[in-house]
């Protein structure tokens, strides 16, 4: 007599292969109703990359449908409005089949998806067997994610170009690592294009890749430049994108999306430029769920050692413990704690408090009036 267990394992093995044969001809019918398919990956600028291709494509005329996954996850409709997705959980790259059903619907030409996996399985399947992209755009590498990606810049390298695939063009405007995402993209069989540098109007190297990669893609695209100009000139940003504000009399220097301590520091090191450093408190902000972060900017701390410090956000404690004999530390609980310091750069993480911090900045410029 057959256990009636394994019957119902087959039973169920078996309706998940009808189904994954399903989804996957439901994804080839959809790969096929677009155009343009662009697959954003990268350590920083991924959100930024996204915006600028989206306002490029729909100045030189294509119906454009884009997700991004930044400060916020939101989609660019293909008429222009913008929306909040609402998850319920975590995130899951099954999103990225239904942007493509949504963008379908609506009559999209063109598709930007950024890439939202982190594990090098996920980021391979995403591409492989989801998107399919016309471009991948590799922005950089940078040491970020290392539990996931790996320890060092040439695991991380080799992670991203798990969203390269065969025969498709890979962009990239990292000067520094190039040559090792050219040399993990062939290994996927795509054609490897480095974007020259470009320059921009915050003259600051790392937000000069996001221009020099979007430009160089949209070139391959046959874009001319003057419709590549008008369109990076009316991009969206992402709502926690790199800006200088001010705050009262404060300046605040929001960097809270660089992540890692390359980033970081080529931002703090153009704003050195700008403003005099022995005026400039950092504010960091940590994440619980990120503890390599932590580490990282600890001793990003002890490097540097500015002359003072705001603490924000998970294990403040903890940080505040391991720098205090390296530079003044002082917690941050409200905006007014800004309003002391001359020029403060913020930095570490956008999320949960970071968040918050830019929210209690704008609501306080609007109840003083300014």
């Known amino acids: 007599m057959i256990d009636i267990t394994w019957i119902v394992v087959i039973c169920f093995t078996g309706v998940a292969i009808i189904y994954l044969i399903l989804e996957q001809a439901i994804l080839r019918m959809l790969r096929r109703h677009f155009k343009i398919v662009i697959h954003v990956n990268g350590t920083r600028g991924k959100s930024t990359v996204a915006r ?14 884009t997700k991004t996954t930044g400060t916020l996850p ?40 950024e890439c939202m996996a982190v594990d090098p399985v996920l980021q391979w399947y995403s591409e ?23 320890s060092c810049i040439e695991d991380i390298a080799r992670s991203l170009a798990n969203t390269a695939s065969l025969n498709t063009i890979v962009v990239s405007a990292d000067q520094d690592h190039g040559l090792l995402i050219e040399e993990a993209v062939k290994k ?52 926690g994108a790199f800006d200088i504000q001010t705050v009262g009399q404060t300046i605040l220097i929001n960097a809270f999306s660089a992540n890692d301590p390359t980033s970081t520091m080529a931002l703090y090191g ?21 503890p390599e972060r932590t580490l990282q900017n600890i001793a990003l701390i002890k490097k540097v050692k500015p002359h003072r410090v705001l603490l924000a956000g998970d294990n403040s404690q903890y940080v505040y413990r391991a720098i205090r004999s390296t530079t003044d530390v002082y917690f941050y609980h409200k905006v007014e704690d800004l309003l002391e ?21 704008n609501e306080w410029r609007k109840n003083h009036g300014c």
């Not at 409709?77 to 089949?97: C, F, L, T, Y």
């Not at 399919?132 to 950089?140: G, L, M, S, V």
């Open 52 to 65: 600028y291709m989206d306002g490029i494509l729909r100045e030189a005329g294509y119906q454009t449908f």
């Open 270 to 290: 153009a704003m050195k430029k700008r403003y005099s450093e022995h005026k400039i408190t950092w504010l960091l902000n940590n994440r619980g769920d990120r």
């Open 128 to 150: 492989h067997r989801m998107l399919h992209a016309d471009i991948n755009i590799i922005t950089n590498v940078r040491l970020d994610h290392i539990g996931e990606m790996g």
């Open 341 to 361: 310091e001359d020029v403060i750069f913020a930095f570490g993480n956008i999320g949960n408090q970071g968040f918050k911090i830019l929210q209690a900045c």
């Open 188 to 239: 996927m069989g795509a054609t490897f294009v480095f974007a020259p540098p470009s320059s921009s109007m915050m003259n600051i190297p790392l937000l000069e890749e996001n221009v020099s990669v979007a430009v160089k893609t949209a070139q391959i695209l046959g874009i001319r430049d003057d419709v590549i100009g008008r369109g990076i000139e009316s991009y969206h940003p992402d709502p």
């Open 74 to 113: 939101i989609i660019h409709h293909v008429n222009g409005s913008e929306e909040k997705i609402k998850r319920w959980g975590r995130a899951n790259i099954r999103e990225q089949a239904h942007m493509m059903m949504k963008a379908y619907r609506e009559g999209a030409e063109v598709l930007i998806l």
